[in-house]
Every structure is written in structure tokens, then in C-alpha cells.
């Protein structure tokens, strides 16, 4: 069982990850936008094991919440996947410079999405090493 | 001209001295003067010798008298005879002189005429009458000559000067540059104190006599301009006060001080300018005046001629006809400029579509899969029906998306193939993958048969768009139980990929337009089935970028295969310009 975090300000988009999530017997914290999702995800830190990062979402965008969130210490490792509607290759790179463990497009495919998820929970032990 | 003239020309011209200054001629030459005139009297004087010799004699024989007083009497007669012959001698010379020299200076006068002076003026006052009156119509003659010769010259240079005019008005298209050489040109050419030009604003009407541009040519500095300081926003003061020429025929004013024509306000005002003459023409580009080209002296009058109305006529003309080309030059900028702007805002508008359709068919098509994947409890089999066609639509819609998002790049041309060296068979099998749900939920059999290391350099994500879009189209047009298959292979330098289905074909006559924009087959098998038609279109242009080709090949009613072939080793140099 892991703690999960979605930030999407489209309801429906969280309700259908929570769902899933819940189904597949995790934890689930959401926020709407931005702002919420900076001051609530370090807060949760070092129960949550991942985020799941919408981009478009008014005030702070994905981006930048993922730019604050890697100089954040707390949240420098913490798996975050980015999960979007920009389907141009350049935002796919810009995600992954900027410090995104993967990148899902919408729509996607819930048990896809789930798969997904399921390779970033790998022990944390393993991952501190990808990023040095 | 002196080049012209005949060598017998150059020397009587020499001899002919300096007419100009003496516009009575002088016949130069005594040796043929005297010559002329002793070879023309010989024959009188022979005559006259003949007729005194015979008299004599007739005489001598009819009036008998004594020998003596025959003698006497003979001797007598040959005095008088004698005097006769001298005073017909002296006489014959007389009329020969008065006779050739009038004619000498007619021929001299005529010489001179046809060796192109036009200067010369016979005067013939001791002559006969006749000979006076033939001396008047040379002079006559000459003077005309001299007109037409005036005119020639002034037409001559006027054509000079149109060339000019047009070879320096045409040989731009900036606006500015073209009046402003215009009138380089003009001013010159009708040798006034100052040439303007005066474009209006838009279509004409609105602007009244605003011009937005202009151009001046003044002789010296020491003539007054008459452009205002803003020639964007003040109207121009010279066109004010003397109308503006809507009837695109020249206004011509010889004097501003013309109580007929203005009042004193208007006469002051012209004053004030410094505008004494003025010779307006209007400038027509297309079929509208677009402004004027104005002539004008400062200090005289001048009685405007015909010949220079209609020379500004001509510079006129050919100037409209040079604006017309910068004007639409100009309009052409403007509407590349434009387009370039609603094209990336099409493209703008494009990208942000795609997304705002991204986000709500995301949870279209997640529920759907949560309705159907088990996750939910107790559906129907009617029910599943009826989700697997609200799936297969979000499907769709995901596609016409993609393809909206493709084809906004390839017009904007950032569709450049990012060629690197590729595994085929990844790309193949993420294809299968994508499709594999919904050929098994219409019950396609899908079949892949890959030649083992192919070796291809190709853009993965545009070659895997392509091959989507041809498993996609071949799944749509195949009725449920067909097969699809996809095979590729090397054949010489090239990659040859198939796709075969075992759908309804394509009718012979659709098959040309396959692969342009927009196409889309009349029928499909399944109903709600038909895109957007630009799937073949973007597989057409990938393949294209690849410097590779595709084609079909189809049997109606049997299936169709789609065939793309693409160089192996693209050669990066051959799309540098692209």
C-alpha cells in the first residue's frame, strides 16, 4: 500500500485516478492546483511515495510546481509523474529536464497509468542513485 | 549633327562664314561669280554681234548711192554696229549680274538650309519681283523647317526623358523611393522652380486631399517648399487652393494671380506659398486617383504649353503605372505579413484545441475502460455494446486530435524528420499494441512479419504516426474476421513496408485522391467510422519527408495493401533547405 498524490484541477481526471488508486488498494491525497499541491505535497513528505502532476492548472503550473518541488529537500526524490494534455514533443522534454520520473499523456489508459505507477514504486533505496 | 553632313556641306558652310551674325548673304566666291556670268552672256552677246553684222551688210546692198558714199555709209554702219555690239556686250553683263546674283545667293542660302542651318535669311532687294518673291518663300520655308525642327527636338527629348523616367520609377518598389525619384526626374525635364507628389490614403474617398506621402524636388533652396511640416495628418496646401483633379485631366493654371479663377483669400494664400504657376496632374493607379503630380514656379508666371502639359501627362502616366506595381508589391508584403500571423495563430489555436479536447477525453475514455475492464460492477452485454461504441468514438476523436496537432506542424513546417538510426520492430510492435484492443473487440486478426535486423534511419515518432495511421485506416475499412498484416523488408537500398487488410477495398476511381487532404472513402463497414480525412494525407507527407514514397494498390470489395518504401540511409543533406 503506498500514498499517492494527485494535482489536477479537473475533478473528473482526479475522481478517476482515486478510484483506480483506491481500488488497487493505495492511499490517496489530491489538490486542485498548483499552490495547494506545493504547500500540501512537502507536508506530506515522507509518507507520500508519488505524485502525479497534471501541467495545465491555473496559477502554478505543473512545471513549476515540479521546478520548486526538486529544489524542495524533502521532495527532491520523490517520484513524480507527469500527467498531461501537452502531447508536443517539446513539453515532453521540457518535463523530463526539469526533473519528471515519466510522462503520461491524456487520455490514457487507467490500468496503463496504473502500470506506470507501479514501476516508479520501486524501493526507495534504488532510486536515490538514478538521480546522482 | 556636324557628323551628318556631307563633306560638300562642311566647305560651303566654311564658306558661308558666320551667318548667324550677318543675316544678309554675301555671295563669297568672285571667281565663280564672273565665271558664271561671262559663260551665261556668251551667247546674247553672239546673238546681238550676228544680228548688227548682218544689218550692216543688208543695208550696205539694199541703199545704193555712190561708191564714196557707200563706203562712207558703210564705214558709218560699222561704228554704229560696233557701239551696238559694245552696248549689248555691257547690257548683257548688266542683266546677267542682276539675274545670278540673287540666285547665287538663293543656292548658297539653300546649301546652307540643307546642311541643317535654319539660321538663314535671304534678303534680295535690287532683284526682279519674281526673284524677290521666290527669296520670300525660301525664307518662309526656312522658318517652318525651323519650327518642325524645334518640335522634333522638344519630342525627342521628351521621349528621352519618359525613358528616364521610367526606367528610374520601375526600377523600385519602395513607394517612397519611386516618388521621390519621380520627381528627381520631373523637375528637370519641365525645367520649373519645384515637382511634388502627393499620394492619398486609402481607397481615396475618405481622405479627401490628405496625403500620407510625398516628394519634393525644388531647383535651389532658394524656392519655398510647399509640403506642410507633417505630411501625414495636414492636407496638402497647394491641392486645397487649387482643387483637387478628380476628372483625371491636368489643371492648368499660367497665372495664380487670375481674378476669374480666385478670390483674394485664395490668391493671398497662394502668394504665401510661393506659387506663382502650377501644371497638376492626376495620378491613377489601377482605376482610382491616388494622388497628384504637381509643376509649379514660384516668382513668373508661365504660359503652360501644350507639348509640356502633355509631357506631364506622360510622366503622369508612367509614374501611376509605377506605383501601381509598388503599391501591390507593397499589399503583397502586407498580406504575407498577415498571413504569417493568422497562420500562427492557427497553429496556436490548433495546439490549444487539442488540448482542452485532451483533457475531457481523458475521462471519457478512462471511465469507459473502468466500466469495462471489471472494476465495475454488473454490466450488460447491451451495455458493453454500447460502451464499446462510445470507446471506439473517444478513439477517434484522440485521432482526428493527433492528426489536427500533426498537420498544424506540418504547415507550420516544424515537421522535419529528426532522422536517427531506429529498431523497426519496436515501432512495429508499440503499433500492434495500441491497436491490439480494438481488433480484438472487432475481431480482426492482426499479423506482423518483420525481416530480422532491418536497418532503417528514419524519424521513430513520425514512422510510428505513419504506421498507425495505416494499421488504423486498413482496421476501419476491414469488416470483423478480416485480416490485417503487416510485413517490412529490404529490398536493395530501401525498407519496404506493407499493410495489408482484407477490408472493402477502394473503389478505382477514389484511389488517386487517396492520399490528398480531406479525402475520406464513401462507405465504411462500421457505421461512425469516417475521419476527418487526414490520415493518408500526414502518412503521405511523413513518407514524403523522408524523401521515400507510398502507394496503394486495391481491389474493391477484395482488400487494399499500402505500401510505404523508405531509403534505408537518408541522405540529411538532401532536406538542408527544408
Known amino acids: 500500500m503506498s500514498l499517492i498524490f494527485i494535482a489536477d484541477d479537473d475533478p473528473d481526471v482526479r475522481e478517476l485516478v482515486e478510484y483506480k488508486l483506491v481500488h488497487a488498494g493505495h492511499q490517496v491525497l489530491s489538490a486542485a492546483n498548483g499552490q495547494d499541491a506545493l504547500r500540501l505535497v512537502p507536508a506530506a513528505r515522507p509518507g507520500l511515495d508519488l505524485l502525479l502532476l497534471d501541467v495545465m492548472m491555473p496559477g502554478f503550473s505543473g512545471f513549476d510546481v515540479l521546478t520548486r518541488l526538486r529544489r524542495h529537500e524533502a521532495t527532491r526524490l520523490l517520484p513524480i509523474i507527469m500527467l498531461t494534455a501537452k502531447a508536443q514533443d517539446t513539453d515532453v522534454e521540457r518535463g523530463f529536464t526539469l526533473g519528471a520520473d515519466d510522462y503520461v499523456l491524456k487520455p490514457f489508459s487507467p490500468r496503463e497509468l496504473m502500470n506506470r505507477i507501479v514501476a516508479q514504486l520501486v524501493p526507495t533505496g534504488s532510486r536515490g542513485t538514478v538521480h546522482l | 549633327m556636324v557628323r551628318d553632313v556631307p563633306d560638300v556641306c562642311v566647305q560651303r558652310r566654311t564658306t558661308l562664314g558666320n551667318d548667324a551674325e550677318a543675316p544678309r548673304l554675301l555671295p563669297s566666291s568672285e571667281h565663280l561669280r564672273l565665271e558664271t556670268a561671262l559663260a551665261g552672256s556668251f551667247e546674247l552677246v553672239a546673238g546681238i554681234a550676228l544680228f548688227a553684222l548682218a544689218a550692216t551688210a543688208l543695208v550696205v546692198v539694199l541703199v545704193p548711192r555712190s561708191a564714196a558714199t557707200r563706203l562712207e555709209f558703210a564705214v558709218e554702219l560699222v561704228f554704229v554696229g560696233v557701239a551696238l555690239v559694245v552696248l549689248a556686250l555691257l547690257l548683257s553683263r548688266r542683266s546677267a549680274r542682276a539675274v545670278m546674283r540673287p540666285l547665287e545667293v538663293l543656292d548658297v542660302?539653300?546649301?546652307?538650309?540643307?546642311?541643317?542651318?535654319?539660321?538663314?535669311?535671304?534678303?534680295?532687294?535690287?532683284?526682279?519681283?519674281?526673284?524677290?518673291?521666290?527669296?520670300?518663300?525660301?525664307?518662309?520655308?526656312?522658318?517652318?523647317?525651323?519650327?518642325?525642327?524645334?518640335?522634333?527636338?522638344?519630342?525627342t527629348k521628351d521621349q528621352r526623358v519618359?525613358?528616364?523616367?521610367?526606367e528610374v520609377v520601375h526600377a523600385s518598389l519602395d513607394l517612397d523611393h519611386v516618388v521621390q525619384r519621380a520627381v528627381e526626374v520631373v523637375g528637370p525635364a519641365l525645367d520649373v522652380d519645384r515637382v511634388h507628389i502627393r499620394l492619398r490614403d486609402g481607397d481615396g474617398n475618405g481622405g479627401g486631399d490628405q496625403g500620407w506621402l510625398a516628394a519634393e524636388w525644388r531647383r535651389s533652396d532658394d524656392v519655398a517648399s510647399v509640403l506642410p511640416l507633417s505630411a501625414a495628418v495636414e492636407p496638402d496646401p497647394l491641392i486645397a487652393l487649387i482643387g483637387v483633379t478628380d476628372d483625371r485631366r491636368a489643371v492648368v493654371i499660367d497665372d495664380t494671380i487670375d481674378e476669374a479663377r480666385f478670390d483674394v483669400e485664395q490668391r493671398e494664400a497662394l502668394e504665401a506659398l510661393g506659387v506663382r504657376a502650377s501644371l497638376t496632374y492626376p495620378l491613377v493607379v489601377g482605376t482610382r486617383v491616388a494622388g497628384v503630380l504637381v509643376a509649379s514656379e514660384q516668382r513668373a508666371p508661365r504660359s503652360w504649353s501644350d507639348g509640356e502639359v502633355m509631357l506631364t501627362e506622360g510622366f503622369a502616366l508612367e509614374i501611376g503605372r509605377a506605383l501601381d506595381h509598388a503599391l501591390a508589391f507593397k499589399l503583397r508584403d502586407e498580406m504575407v505579413d498577415r498571413m504569417g500571423v493568422l497562420d500562427r495563430a492557427k497553429n496556436e489555436f490548433l495546439s490549444e484545441v487539442s488540448r482542452e479536447l485532451r483533457g475531457p477525453l481523458a475521462s471519457v475514455v478512462g471511465y469507459i475502460e473502468l466500466l469495462t475492464d471489471g472494476s465495475a460492477e454488473s454490466v450488460s452485454a447491451e451495455q458493453r455494446r454500447m460502451l464499446r461504441i462510445v470507446e471506439r468514438s473517444g478513439e477517434r476523436l484522440l485521432v482526428v486530435i493527433d492528426n489536427l496537432l500533426t498537420m498544424s506542424r506540418i504547415e507550420a513546417g516544424t515537421f522535419d524528420p529528426k532522422l536517427a538510426p531506429i529498431d523497426l520492430g519496436v515501432v512495429v510492435r508499440r503499433v500492434c499494441d495500441a491497436a491490439s484492443t480494438t481488433a480484438?473487440?472487432?475481431?480482426?486478426?492482426?499479423?506482423?512479419?518483420?525481416?530480422?535486423?532491418?536497418?532503417?534511419?528514419?524519424?521513430?515518432?513520425?514512422?510510428?504516426?505513419?504506421?498507425?495511421?495505416?494499421?488504423?485506416?486498413?482496421?476501419?475499412?476491414?469488416?470483423?474476421?478480416?485480416?490485417?498484416?503487416?510485413?517490412?523488408?529490404?529490398?536493395?537500398?530501401?525498407?519496404v513496408i506493407d499493410v495489408r487488410d482484407t477490408g472493402i477495398g477502394i473503389p478505382a476511381e477514389q484511389q488517386d485522391e487517396l492520399f490528398t487532404r480531406f479525402f475520406t472513402a464513401r462507405a465504411t463497414p462500421r457505421r461512425g467510422t469516417l475521419g476527418a480525412g487526414l490520415?493518408?494525407?500526414?502518412?503521405?507527407?511523413?513518407v514524403d519527408g523522408h524523401d521515400g514514397s507510398v502507394g496503394a494498390v486495391s481491389v474493391h470489395g477484395r482488400g487494399s495493401t499500402f505500401t510505404m518504401r523508405l531509403p534505408a540511409h537518408p541522405n540529411p543533406g538532401d532536406r538542408g533547405e527544408s
Open chain 2, 162 to 166: 519618359r525613358r528616364e523616367l521610367s
Open chain 2, 440 to 495: 480484438a473487440k472487432d475481431s480482426l486478426e492482426l499479423d506482423v512479419n518483420l525481416e530480422q535486423d532491418l536497418d532503417l534511419i528514419a524519424d521513430e515518432k513520425q514512422i510510428e504516426r505513419a504506421l498507425h495511421n495505416l494499421v488504423s485506416n486498413a482496421m476501419k475499412f476491414t469488416p470483423g474476421g478480416g485480416h490485417i498484416d503487416l510485413s517490412a523488408r529490404t529490398e536493395g537500398s530501401e525498407v
Open chain 2, 535 to 542: 490520415g493518408l494525407y500526414i502518412v503521405k507527407q511523413i
Open chain 2, 109 to 155: 542660302a539653300l546649301a546652307a538650309v540643307t546642311c541643317g542651318d535654319f539660321t538663314v535669311h535671304v534678303e534680295l532687294e535690287r532683284a526682279a519681283a519674281e526673284i524677290q518673291s521666290v527669296g520670300e518663300s525660301v525664307n518662309a520655308l526656312v522658318r517652318e523647317l525651323a519650327r518642325l525642327r524645334v518640335i522634333e527636338i522638344e519630342r
